[in-house]
C-alpha cells in the first residue's frame, strides 16, 4: 500500500514569491495535516483538513493557506515568502475525526533566499 | 507554538546499550505517539499508546504511556548503528484535534 505521497522534494524559491505544496494521503484516509520543521527543530503544527473542509490552525500568519480536494489530496500555499519559511513542510494522514494515527510523507525541503 | 518537554536532548551511546528517553507535558493526553526521523525524511510512526499504563513493544522498541497520562516513556534495547536519528513523541489532548510534538531527542550511536 502506497503512503503519504508529497511534491516536490525540494524548491528553492525567492523572497516574496509565492509557492505551492502538494500532497497525496494513504488511500482511505480522509484527514491531512500540515507542519513545518524548522532545521533541528520539533514540529509544528499548521493547518488539518478533513473532508475537503479546514478543521484547524496553528499559529501560523493568513499567507499560509491550503485547500483539499474531493480526492483528499491537499495543498498548502505560502505567500509572499520569507527567510524563516525555510524548512520542511511534512505532510501526513489519517483516518477521519483528527484522533487517530498520523503517518507522514517523506516532506518538501524549501529553502527562500 | 506549544510543544512537549522531551529529554534528553541528544546521546550517545555505544552499540550494545540500551537507550531511554521521555516527555512530559503539563497538559493530560489521551494517545501517545513516538516517531523516528531520518535527516531529511520524515518522521516514521514506531509505536501508538492508547491508553493509560499501557507498554506496548515493537521489536527492541518498548513504549509506555504514563500512569498520570501527562507522560510517556521510549526505551531501545541493544541499540545498534541503524538507530541514529531523532525520536519525536507526540501527544493528543480530547477534544483538540491536534497533536502536539516533542522536542526531539538526537540519538547517535558509536560502533
Known amino acids: 500500500e502506497a503512503g503519504v505521497t508529497q511534491s516536490p522534494t525540494h524548491l528553492i524559491k525567492t523572497r516574496g514569491q509565492q509557492v505551492t505544496l502538494r500532497c497525496s494521503p494513504i488511500?482511505?484516509?480522509?484527514?491531512v495535516y500540515w507542519y513545518q520543521q524548522a532545521l533541528g527543530l520539533g514540529l509544528q503544527f499548521l493547518l488539518w483538513?478533513?473532508?475537503?473542509?479546514?478543521?484547524n490552525r496553528g499559529n501560523f500568519p493568513p499567507r499560509f493557506s491550503g485547500r483539499q480536494f474531493p480526492n483528499y489530496s491537499s495543498e498548502l500555499n505560502v505567500n509572499a515568502l520569507e527567510l524563516e519559511d525555510s524548512a520542511l513542510y511534512l505532510c501526513?494522514?489519517?483516518?477521519?475525526?483528527?484522533?487517530?494515527?498520523?503517518?507522514f510523507g517523506p516532506g518538501t525541503r524549501l529553502l527562500v533566499l | 507554538g506549544q510543544q512537549l518537554n522531551q529529554s534528553p536532548q541528544s546521546m550517545f551511546i555505544q552499540e550494545g546499550e540500551d537507550v531511554s528517553m521521555n516527555c512530559t507535558s503539563s497538559?493530560?493526553?489521551?494517545?501517545w505517539l513516538w516517531y523516528k526521523q531520518d535527516p531529511g525524511e520524515g518522521p516514521v510512526l514506531l509505536i501508538a499508546?492508547?491508553?493509560?499504563?499501557e507498554l506496548t513493544s515493537n521489536g527492541r522498541l518498548t513504549a509506555q504511556f504514563g500512569i498520570t497520562r501527562k507522560d510517556s516513556f521510549l526505551n531501545i534495547s541493544a541499540s545498534i548503528p541503524s538507530d541514529v536519528g531523532i525520536y519525536f513523541c507526540?501527544?493528543?489532548?480530547?477534544?483538540?484535534?491536534?497533536?502536539?510534538f516533542g522536542t526531539g531527542t538526537r540519538l547517535k550511536v558509536l560502533a
Open positions: 488511500s482511505g484516509h480522509t484527514s
Open positions: 507526540a501527544g493528543l489532548t480530547s477534544g483538540t484535534y491536534k497533536y502536539i
Open positions: 499508546l492508547y491508553k493509560a499504563g
Open positions: 497538559s493530560i493526553f489521551n494517545t
Open positions: 501526513a494522514s489519517s483516518f477521519s475525526q483528527g484522533q487517530e494515527t498520523q503517518y
Open positions: 483538513y478533513d473532508e475537503g473542509e479546514e478543521r
